[in-house]
């Protein structure tokens, strides 16, 4: 007999934006089931786990779960930059330790979490709205019956897909990452490595985690590049290209490799009892390919309205409109300017990049800091576009905002 369950709200995935949704839904009162795919949370990483400092304070991520970051250095074949900051603003994430301890703090709240529970399929009442989701368990056929559904399963929006509001994303970032121990690491420095050589439509890094720990990897833009970026990791750690070499001795310790959707917000994100947060609501800046903190912030949203609408007994999508609605004021116009810096990037040479590393050296840090996070807000873009002393970085600034 399969096994049969009923809660308030579903969440498919454990991931950053799972977590984040359960947590803030079981704690305004909703009784949350939290479907997991694999044995344990975060079993697998699929993430470099970058992210800044005032994100990880306004989540209450513990001191122990990052290393803080200070210098930003960059390098191109023939030219290389480091801006220094005096306090540290960005941090390289422990993973499994953060996302253990998003899932923890949803579990506290009262959250059921169901581990190696693979969702494939949907259920509908007969108007065709989700009611509900089915799969495997660790006990065989499982169903879970919901007033309201969060697909949180990341870049494979298996709710979504299964509801037929979704294909496969068309554009997407693939990566490759070796966590390794280093014999020489500056931990609070980390390396973003441009050009041909090291990614013909992306980026290598390398990001310290600290103890000598480093994530070494490869991201490369599809369908713009057909190069594997484990491939490509595998031959710039050979040759030990740029700063790879000041590294010394590398030992390996663990691979991760991921995809990231990178179509724009194409997606509706609300439906009938379902929403779509993090990855499998393609909410992740485009520049570097960043989404944890929109995972979690986001996913704390769409679990508040999931669950206030939840207590009204009003679920659909118009009363889980809220949700979207706030994304989208907060972050639709940022990823609309990183996406032109994107464009741009791509179309880069070799040469074009020893340029554009010209340019980043004049940003001081805190304008680093916002660009690369595409923080871009009007009133700064405006400053940079207009009062900057050099040509290049105005015409950077101008190109963001939309001018030609
Ligand atoms: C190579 C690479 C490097 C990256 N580096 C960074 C970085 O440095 N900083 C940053 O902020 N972002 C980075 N990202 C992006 C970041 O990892 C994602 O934006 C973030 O993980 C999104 O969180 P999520 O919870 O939406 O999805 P995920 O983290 O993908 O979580 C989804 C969860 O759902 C589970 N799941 C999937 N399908 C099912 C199913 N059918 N049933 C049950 N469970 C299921 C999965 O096992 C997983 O646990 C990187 C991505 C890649 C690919």
Known sequence: ?????????VVVGGGPAGS???????KNGVRVALLEKERSIAETVRTSGVTWIQNIKEFGIPDGCFNPIKNFSFCSPNNEVTISDTVPRAAVLDVRKTYRWLANEAEQCGVDIFVKTNIKNV???????????????PNGETTFHSKVVIDASGFQSTVCKAMGFAEQWERFGAGAEYEMKAEHVDPETWWLMVG???SPAGYAWIFPLGNNMVRIGV????PESNVDPAQRLKEIIDKKLGPIKKLGKLTEIEFHYGLIPNDGLSRRTVFNNLILVGDSAGQANPLVLEGIRYAIKFGRVAGKVASDAIKTGKTDKESLYPYENNWRKEIESKIKSAGKVQDRWIGLTDEGWDKELDIIKELKPEEFIDFIKADFGLSNMIKLATHHPKLAVRQLFNMVKGKK
């Open 1 to 9: 007999m399969p096994e049969e369950h009923h809660y308030d709200l």
């Open 219 to 222: 991201g490369v833009g599809k």
């Open 123 to 137: 259920i509908k009442n007969e108007e065709g709205d989700i009611v509900g989701v089915s799969g495997v368990g």
């Open 196 to 198: 041909q050589e090291y």
């Open 20 to 26: 984040s949704a359960a947590y803030a839904a079981a």
